[in-house]
């Protein structure tokens, strides 16, 4: 799911060029106004079934968010004895009858749940249950509803949508809303004026005309679902249909596109809908063959700022390059293999947010790729803390779930950094065709994708992921260097932007440069403060960190110490709370001082004869101060802030 903040609106712009894209594509979603879900409770006896089947039967219009129908949630036993059948929705639908295998039961309410008594069954028991209801909900117009109603601005079509992630299913069909609990198929039909069409999951099976000039369009899926991955979209639409060839399988896959009827709107989005059975080649390349090609994949256009990817037919509000490539990639990341608990959300949404990465990289430029990351590395740094995984008590919070700066940004990110430690791609993208293969139609947890990528690199994650998935913030590099001889020496500091994460060992790229020729050298970290000497025969002419933008890193600085300088040291991290340390060019016997603002000498002198230093400062106040070497005829001063 991707929601866009959008600050102007273009109307009827006739061709978008690669050059643009970075101007419609705003910021990752978690921008909102409005209302917010949190989750609410639910009530422990929906865990004694396993759903099979969902069959919903509704009238829907595209000028209302009324709904009536029914119903039909069939499942199986899997406690030792059921004798309450409880399922979710909201109370502001008025409930006609339930009926259970056929029979009708007293139901009563508590909240959102819905308790339905019946006859005792044991383990391994069919219940199906039919719920008749109607009601008008609430339209509140923001991108967290069950269900709305709203005329786009541009282009003047008014839609009905659903958009149920991540606890809002109930807010317009009744539902066991259970991540690890997939439906094994569903049938949508929706009964609505015969001058709307209406877009869901899987295959369109049958377009019924019925009396009052009314049609039932008849959708059926047989791949396993999430409850959140159930949508329609109600509109007048017109049907642009086109086809993807990836390898893998003989047949083409459909791309069925519900496009507003305003005969604008496709001329307008036509050559960016053209670009999706690329994006499905690539996709199936690297992952996998799409996984649900024997039905469809497409849109159905509603006014909403961004995407929603609902399985086999995503709700978006436009088109361009990285949306349509984010939500399309969803159809691995985030339907076939589905996030365990809202705490991993980085499986679904850090994985479409990479994928925009590796279309960039393949379908448009490496440049454009490199660029798109560094926005992303950009908007990560913009502040100090947090992490991908999401603690359970706020993953309770769709604010928090869909962090653009975490959930999705910092999520492509730590993938990205993952691609450089694996350091094969052949490997890498192994490891996403397995995890693909091994979790197909089912749930997975970030440790479950550690595991696959330990299995197949040979490496271990542990600090990778303590770090990075679940640790806070990024790391800081501070160089001091020189050249002695044929030697290049790095005196290497890393400081990070949250405490709580006070190292990150890892590999780094350096680029070495030279008067005609550049160089990189890879050095593995696992201390703040290391030094590291370097064969290096021509003359160093500069440093460059990271040069690739492989790994999230703060703006440190790059010294060096001169060879013309006598007494000649850098210190280091500056502005500093507790150690100072220090880099002196060459071995020797100095001394060293310590001066307040006013020149009083307020730390003794101590006699050093090495090169690397640290000074306990701790007890000085915070300030500025001066920090002197001298070597008994040469001297030199660094200042320095401790905070």
């Known amino acids: 799911m991707k929601k866009i903040v959008t600050f102007m609106l273009f109307v009827f712009i006739q061709q978008l060029l690669f050059a643009q894209y970075r101007n419609v594509y705003k910021s990752e979603r978690p921008l909102s106004s409005g209302i917010v879900r949190t989750a609410s409770k639910q009530s422990l006896m929906m865990d004694k079934y396993d759903v099979k089947f969902y069959k919903l039967d509704i009238n829907v219009e595209r000028t209302s968010v009324y709904i009536e129908g029914n119903v039909t949630i069939k499942a199986k036993v899997i406690a030792s004895q059921l004798d309450t ?36 069954l044991n383990v391994g028991s069919n219940i199906s249950t039919q719920i008749f209801y109607k009601g008008m909900a609430p339209n509140t117009g923001t991108f967290f509803s069950g269900i709305s109603n709203k005329t786009d601005v541009t282009w003047g079509n008014q839609v009905t949508w659903t958009l149920s992630e991540s606890f809002a299913a109930k807010e317009w069909f009744p539902v066991k809303q259970s991540l ?41 899926t047989f791949y396993p679902i999430d409850y959140y991955l159930i949508s329609i979209s ?95 990639s969803h159809q691995w990341w985030g339907d076939n293999v589905t996030c365990a608990t809202w705490s991993d959300i980085w499986i679904n949404e850090g994985f479409a947010s990479y994928c925009e990465y590796l279309a960039a990289q393949n379908l448009w430029s490496q440049q454009e790729a490199q660029q798109h990351m560094l926005q992303k590395h950009n908007n990560i740094m913009s502040h100090p803390d947090g992490s991908v995984y999401i603690p359970p008590y706020l993953a309770v919070d769709e604010n928090r779930i869909f962090d653009g700066r975490l959930s999705y940004d910092k999520g492509a990110a730590i993938i990205h950094n993952l691609r450089f430690e694996v350091d094969n791609d052949s490997i890498f993208f192994q490891i996403f065709k397995m995890v693909q293969i091994r979790f197909k139609d089912s749930t997975i947890t970030g440790l479950d994708f550690k595991a696959v990528a330990e299995e197949l690199s040979g490496k271990n994650f ?20 020189g050249q002695k001889n044929d030697t290049l020496i790095m005196n290497v500091h890393q400081l990070t932007s949250a405490a709580i994460t006070p190292l990150f060992k890892m590999n780094m790229e350096y680029k070495v440069k030279f008067s005609t020729c550049d160089t990189i050298i890879k050095l593995y970290h696992q201390a703040n403060t290391e030094t590291f000497k370097i064969p290096m025969q021509k003359q160093v002419k500069g440093l460059e960190i990271d040069p690739n933008n492989w790994v999230v890193n703060g703006n440190g600085s790059i010294k060096l110490i001169a060879d013309t300088e006598v007494v000649s040291f850098v210190v280091f991290p500056n502005p500093c709370s507790d150690y100072l340390q220090f880099y002196l060019r060459n071995n020797g016997n100095y001394k060293i001082s310590v001066f307040d603002v006013t020149g009083q000498n307020i730390m003794s002198e101590i006699n050093i004869n090495t090169e690397m230093i640290k000074l306990n400062i701790q007890n000085l106040e915070k300030g500025i101060y001066f920090l002197q070497i001298s070597d008994g005829v040469n001297k030199n001063v660094e200042k320095f802030v401790k905070y």
Request: without cysteine; hydrophobic residues 35%.
């Open 85 to 120: 059948f409880v399922f979710e929705l909201k109370d502001y639908f008025v409930i006609d009858s339930i009926l259970i295998n056929n029979q009708k039961r007293i139901f009563s309410r508590v909240g959102d749940d819905v308790f339905v008594g019946i006859n005792s």
């Open 180 to 220: 690890t609990d997939k439906a094994d198929s569903a049938y949508i039909f929706v009964t609505t004026s015969n001058e709307n069409k209406v877009g869901s999951e899987g295959k369109l099976t049958a377009v019924v005309p019925l009396p009052n000039n009314k049609v039932r369009y008849e959708w059926k």
């Open 234 to 328: 109600v509109g007048k639409y017109v049907d642009y249909s086109i086809y993807a060839h990836p390898n893998g399988i003989q047949d083409s896959i459909l791309i069925q596109n519900y496009v507003y009827d305003n005969p604008l709107t496709l001329s307008n989005f036509k050559t960016e809908i053209d670009r999706t059975p690329s994006f499905i080649e690539l996709y199936s390349n690297l992952f996998g063959v799409y996984p649900f090609y024997k039905e469809k994949y497409g849109h159905s256009m509603a006014p909403l700022g961004g995407g929603m990817e609902h399985q086999t037919m995503t709700t978006l509000g436009d088109f361009n390059f990285y949306l349509t490539s984010h939500e399309l």
């Open 462 to 481: 542990n600090d990778f992921f303590n770090q990075w998935y679940y640790g806070e913030g990024h790391p800081i590099i501070d160089i001091v260097y």
